[in-house]
Antibody, heavy 124, light 107 residues
């Protein structure tokens, strides 16, 4: 069965850094694009970043562009999010989610599986 | 960016009611629309993809319709486990954007 397990969250001071990881299993990780999505306490869902299956195409939300870096290691079935220059408004639960795959109907898998989330708290 | 506007933002209903939630896109998105359910403290769960396709394992009382700029999620007969917050998502173009959510509460 498909599993996504995030790790790396925690408490960090403003201006600090954290690296989130997402370990994937139960599917061919290298076939799928992957995304990070976050949810601030009591708020809605916000897409953060996307990486294509090969890692050649990457997108970021304007709110994190220049501060966050998404990457993946297909040999390790892992997705990462390096978060620098963290701000209080980055406080949220961060989810990794399976995104699209290649092919005519590849978009049908968008966000069909999510990890359990990891909480990032930015506070002094 | 494409804005997704859900209505209502909150509503109350009774078990057995038929409920409809609407999502409007600020520009046409074809059928690149999904619906998610989230219960407090839980991970979002996809219910509908491609505007009207039911996710495997999701009860048939859930249905989706629409194309272009206006979409609806319908629950034909509310069950106690359906009280949750619902989000729409457009993925026609980057960035993918979620609606603000509709909180469905027990009347």
């Amino acid at each position: 069965q498909v599993q996504l397990v995030e790790s790396g969250g925690g408490l960090v001071k403003p201006g600090g850094s954290l690296r989130l990881s997402c370990a994937a299993s139960g599917f061919t990780f290298s076939d799928y694009y992957m995304s990070w999505i976050r949810q601030a306490p009591g708020k809605g869902l916000e897409w953060v970043s996307y990486i294509s299956s090969s890692g050649s195409t990457i997108y970021y939300a304007d709110s994190v562009k220049g501060r966050f870096t998404i990457s993946r290691d297909n040999a390790k079935n892992s997705l990462y999010l390096q978060m620098n220059s963290l701000r209080a408004e980055d406080t949220a639960v961060y989810y990794c989610a399976r995104d699209q795959t290649e092919g005519a109907d590849g978009y049908n898998t968008i966000f069909d599986y999510w990890g359990q989330g990891t909480l990032v708290t930015v506070s002094s | 960016d494409i804005q997704m506007t859900q209505s209502p933002s909150a509503m109350s209903a009774s078990v057995g009611d038929r409920v409809t939630i609407t999502c409007r896109a600020s520009q046409g998105i074809s059928n690149y629309l999904a619906w998610f359910q989230q219960k407090p403290g839980k991970v979002p769960k996809r219910l509908i993809y491609a505007a009207s396709s039911l996710q495997s394992g999701v009860p048939s009382r859930f249905s989706g319709s629409g194309s272009g700029t206006e979409f609806t999620l319908t629950i034909s007969s509310l069950q106690p486990e359906d009280f949750a917050t619902y989000y729409c998502l457009q993925h026609n173009s980057y960035p993918p954007t979620f609606g603000q959510g509709t909180k469905l509460e027990i009347k």
